[in-house]
C-alpha cells in the first residue's frame, strides 16, 4: 500500500511539471513596441451579425455576408485570391472600426453607401451583375472572406482605418494630404502601371468657356478675364506627385478641391492650355491613400499573399 501510495505521488508531481499546451497563440506576438493595447480575435464572421442600412432600408445581416456583398463590390472578383482576401482583411477593418467607434449612425452600424462607408452588393443585384459567372465569382469572394475568417489590422491595439483605392501612379498618397495624418498610412511604392490598369490615364477636354465657368462656379472671386493662357498660375506637387495646390485666375486651389470641382479621376494630374481649350490629363484613380487594389493584385501576381500585401500598404499595423 505504501508502495502505491508513494508511486500515486510521484505521477501526480510529474503531470503537475509538465507544461500545459494550448491551441491558441498570441495574436499580438509581432506587435510593434509601441502597440499599447491587447487586441482579441473577433468571433467567426458567420456567428456576428451587423445592422445594415441601404438607402431607407435597414437589415440584419451576418459579418460573413456583408463582406461577402462588400469585396464583391470594391474588387474585381477576377483578382489573384491573395488580394481578395486583402481586401477582405481591408474591408472587415474598416468595419471593425466604425463598430469600435459606434458614432456615425444612429440607426444602423454601417451603410451602403461608399461615398460614406464602404460600398455593397447584395446576393441578387451580383447574381444580376455577374450572370452565367455568378457561380465562380462568389466562391472566390467567399473563400477569400472564410480563409481571413475573424482577422482585421490594427494598430496600437485600435482597429486601423483600412481604406484603400483603385490605382496610383509609382507611389500611394501620405493620408494627411486629403485627411487627417495617421502614422500607418503613408506614401509607399506600388508597381500598377499602364499596361496594368484600364484607363489608367485618362483625359478631360474643356472649352476655355467651359473652365472658365467651372472654375467660376466653385470660386466666384477668381480673375478669369484676360488671355485664357494666363489663368493659369504655379503647381505645387506633394512628395508622392499628386497635385497639392494650383493657382487660377490668382485664387489658389487644393488639388483635391479641383479633383471634385472637375471630377477628375485623381489628383495626379497634368492641366494644361491647348490654344483653344484646356486639357487635364490624369493618372491613376482614387484618393491614393491606403491599399492600391491594382498594386495588390500585382504583388499577387508576383507572389506577395495577402499578409505581405497588408504590411506594405499599411506600414506599422497588426495582423489581429
Known amino acids: 500500500m505504501k508502495r502505491l501510495l508513494l508511486l500515486s505521488l510521484l505521477i501526480t508531481a510529474a503531470i503537475l511539471c509538465i507544461p500545459i499546451l494550448s491551441d491558441k497563440t498570441g495574436i499580438y506576438d509581432n506587435a510593434p513596441s509601441n502597440s499599447t493595447k491587447k487586441a482579441e480575435r473577433l468571433p467567426g464572421d458567420a456567428s456576428r451579425t451587423i ?22 463590390a ?27 467607434n459606434g458614432t456615425k449612425h444612429e440607426s444602423c452600424d454601417i451603410c451602403a453607401d461608399s461615398g460614406c462607408c464602404q460600398a455593397y452588393k447584395s446576393d441578387a443585384e451580383l447574381k444580376e451583375l455577374w450572370g452565367d459567372k455568378y457561380t465562380a465569382y462568389i466562391a472566390r469572394i467567399e473563400e477569400a472572406v472564410e480563409d481571413t475568417d475573424g482577422e482585421y489590422i490594427s494598430y496600437n491595439g485600435e482597429p486601423a482605418l483600412a481604406v484603400f483605392h483603385s490605382s ?26 499602364e499596361k496594368d490598369v484600364p484607363n489608367f490615364v485618362s483625359k478631360l477636354s474643356l472649352s476655355e468657356l467651359d473652365f472658365r465657368d467651372t472654375v467660376l462656379y466653385g470660386r466666384p472671386a477668381a480673375d478669369m478675364t484676360g488671355e485664357a493662357k494666363s489663368w493659369i498660375g504655379e503647381i505645387k506637387r506633394d512628395a508622392a506627385g499628386r497635385v497639392e495646390s494650383i493657382v487660377i485666375g490668382g485664387e489658389s486651389f487644393s488639388g483635391s478641391e479641383l479633383r471634385s470641382l472637375f471630377s477628375l479621376r485623381s489628383t495626379d494630374f497634368e492641366l494644361e492650355h491647348t490654344g483653344s481649350g484646356f486639357v487635364f490629363t490624369v493618372k ?37
Not at 168 to 193: F, I, Q
Request: net charge negative; charged share 20%; with cysteine.
Open 74 to 100: 470594391e474588387m474585381p472578383a477576377s483578382f489573384e485570391s491573395e488580394a481578395l482576401k486583402a481586401q477582405a482583411v481591408a474591408a472587415r477593418s474598416y468595419l471593425q472600426r466604425a463598430l469600435s
Open 284 to 320: 491613376g484613380y482614387g484618393h491614393g491613400v491606403g491599399m492600391s487594389q491594382y498594386g495588390a493584385n500585382i504583388m499577387a501576381k508576383n507572389g506577395a499573399d495577402y499578409k505581405e500585401i497588408l504590411a506594405h500598404y499599411y506600414p506599422g499595423t497588426v495582423l489581429s
Open 51 to 72: 445592422r445594415l442600412a441601404s438607402g431607407d432600408e435597414v437589415t440584419e445581416i451576418s459579418v460573413k455576408d456583408y463582406l461577402v456583398g462588400v469585396v464583391a
Open 168 to 193: 496610383s501612379c509609382g507611389t500611394t498618397e501620405n493620408s494627411g494630404a486629403v485627411w487627417n495624418e495617421l502614422p500607418y498610412l503613408t506614401s509607399v511604392d506600388t508597381p500598377e502601371t
